[in-house]
């Protein structure tokens, strides 16, 4: 007999009457229909795996899929807070393997509470996990609580690039905190020779032909991809696909000020005011003045952004996608207006921004997944100017900025301001430049009774929540120090407590393919010898 619906008030989608009995559910929430994925990164220290988790977990997190990385390296640095040198990875360091596979193991325990309790769908391991065994260890973890697995291996065998890699990255870790950079980086090679002894790569044509993955050769140069699993695993090879590490720059810019912008009236395709089209004007100095070579621009399909985008007198091309949010039966209409005439919609809409639907329009839900195509062509680009309107910014914004569901709806994005994107380690560095042209403020910040921040929504089979919350900092593993053989510390090291976390840090060593210093390329001979 079929079931009787009721229409949510927010996102307007139907849901089973609660007057039925409910479903079998896990503690932490409902039972989907895919298992959780425990996605595991594997290859020889600076091949850009903690570059590739980070990069991946901000894309999931941002089109809904609650995503989390455990970096082993932390739980190692949380053990032993004195990194004295590389003899503490040395397979013939037996104090020192132990140390490591409790501090794995560790990491292991927090990816199931994140998985089972804390309602997490995907949890990235963030490790070398450069043998067979250790990667067995894994694959039966994951099989005794019902995960599925995906391994990423970073391949790169271009001395220039793990040169780069270790010089911009690794080198600032706070394992390296105090020492000069020669030392520093004779020390990290001689870490990577360490693993190197032991490394056993997946191996899809025989081994490992069982198993999911997907190993990226070069830093993208070559794909191999074995047995994905399903459609979020089939999103992740796309996405990986997509992504590059060459020096770029995005801006990001609303249309000049409309007519509609004057009067307060949201949507519509209404054309620039007068200050408007100063601002196009400006536009175009602007750009001249950066002198960008082969810049892309990119426009909506309405009136005001194809006006600003005509005075730069250059080629763009017109999405549909970056249209702004759809207000629905609200289109056109004051904020006022819809006070009076649409009084529940209004107060749902404050209530909950991000997944509130208009009438017959679209939610910033929505909206992240019709910009999800303009996303991962902008991955693939260089220099990209995009002129677009102020919801679709802002999820632009969170993308780029790691901005998780809640705070997206209320990023400011002015008029007549352009936002400079650059891509640096392990995120992006934004710049505010403002063209001067005066414009009406369309910035709503969050009422005050909104500010609580609203809970997950949850139906009976299926989740749609923000981004993870980080959970409550607790220690993970006690301080191994006492159990590890000490070595002598490296020359001009003055040993520090190290943080658990580094605020402020580029988290990963882009592999920047430009040309690195003679200084550099001798200590690559270390590990790459001629």
């Known amino acids: 007999m079929p079931m009787e619906l009721t229409q949510s008030r927010i996102q307007k989608i139907w849901l089973p009457n609660d007057n039925r009995p409910a479903l079998p559910r896990r503690s932490c929430g409902p039972q989907l229909a895919n298992s959780p994925t425990v996605i595991v990164m594997v290859g020889l220290p600076a091949r850009g795996k903690t570059y590739i988790s ?15 990385v455990f970096n082993v390296g932390e739980y190692r640095r949380e053990a032993v807070k004195h990194y004295s040198s590389y003899d503490f990875f040395r397979p013939d ?31 990235v391991f963030d490790a070398t996990n450069t043998t067979r065994e250790r990667r067995g260890m894994i694959l039966n973890f994951a099989k005794e609580n019902g995960f599925k697995v995906f391994f990423i291996e970073s391949v790169c065998n271009d001395p220039n690039v793990v040169a780069t890699n270790v010089m911009e990255v690794k080198l600032s870790s706070p394992d390296y905190r105090d020492c000069n950079s020669t030392d520093a980086m004779e ?9 190197q002894a032991s490394y056993q790569p997946l191996d899809p044509d025989d081994y490992d032909r069982e198993l999911s993955l997907i190993k990226v050769i070069d830093v993208g140069r070559r794909f191999l991809v074995n047995r994905v699993q399903d459609h979020i695993q089939s999103r992740i ?3 990986l696909m997509n992504i590059h590490v060459q020096p770029r720059t995005i801006y990001l810019c609303r249309h000049g000020e409309s007519e509609f912008n004057l009067k307060g009236r949201i949507g519509g395709d209404s054309g620039l005011s007068n200050r408007g089209k100063k601002f196009a004007v400006a536009l175009n100095k602007f750009v001249e003045e950066q002198n960008l070579k082969d810049l892309k ?18 080629p763009y091309e ?17 904020y006022e207006e819809i006070r009076e005439q649409h009084p529940e919609e209004f107060a749902l809409r404050d209530q909950d921004k991000y997944y509130y639907r208009y009438p017959s329009g679209e939610s910033y839900q929505d909206l992240v997944q019709r910009l999800e195509p303009v996303i991962m062509e902008l991955e693939r680009q260089e220099n990209v100017l995009v002129i677009c309107h102020q919801a679709v910014m802002r999820c632009l914004l969170a993308y780029f900025l790691d901005k998780s569901a809640d705070e997206m709806p209320y990023l400011k994005c002015p008029l007549h301001t352009v936002l400079k994107l650059t891509p640096v380690a392990y995120g992006c560095r934004v710049e505010s430049i403002s063209l001067n042209i005066e414009a009406v403020n369309t910035h709503r910040d969050r009422p005050e009774e909104a500010k609580k921040g609203p809970n997950p929504l949850m139906r009976r089979n299926s989740v749609t929540p923000l981004a993870s919350p980080e959970p409550t900092k607790k220690p993970r593993i006690n301080s191994l120090e006492e159990h590890v053989a000490v070595s002598p510390a490296l020359p001009g090291c003055v040993p520090q407590e190290v943080p658990t976390q580094m605020p402020g840090q580029p988290l990963l060593g882009k592999a920047c393919l430009r040309p690195v210093c003679h200084f550099l390329k001798v200590f690559s001979l270390l590990i790459f010898p001629r």
């Open 93 to 123: 360091n037996e104090e020192a393997m132990k140390v490591r596979r409790q501090c794995a193991m560790a990491a292991l325990r927090d990816v199931k509470l994140y998985l089972t309790e804390e309602a997490g769908q995907i949890a």
């Open 187 to 195: 020390d990290f090679m001689k870490r990577i020779n360490c693993y």
């Open 54 to 68: 980070k990069k991946l977990t901000r894309y999931l997190n941002w089109i809904g899929v609650p995503t989390k």
């Open 237 to 239: 090879v796309y996405y």
């Open 297 to 314: 621009i990119w426009t909506s399909q309405l009136k005001r952004t194809i006006q600003t985008a005509e005075a730069l007198q250059l």
């Open 318 to 334: 017109q999405w549909k996608a970056l249209n702004e949010i759809d207000a629905g039966v609200c289109e056109e209409m004051t």
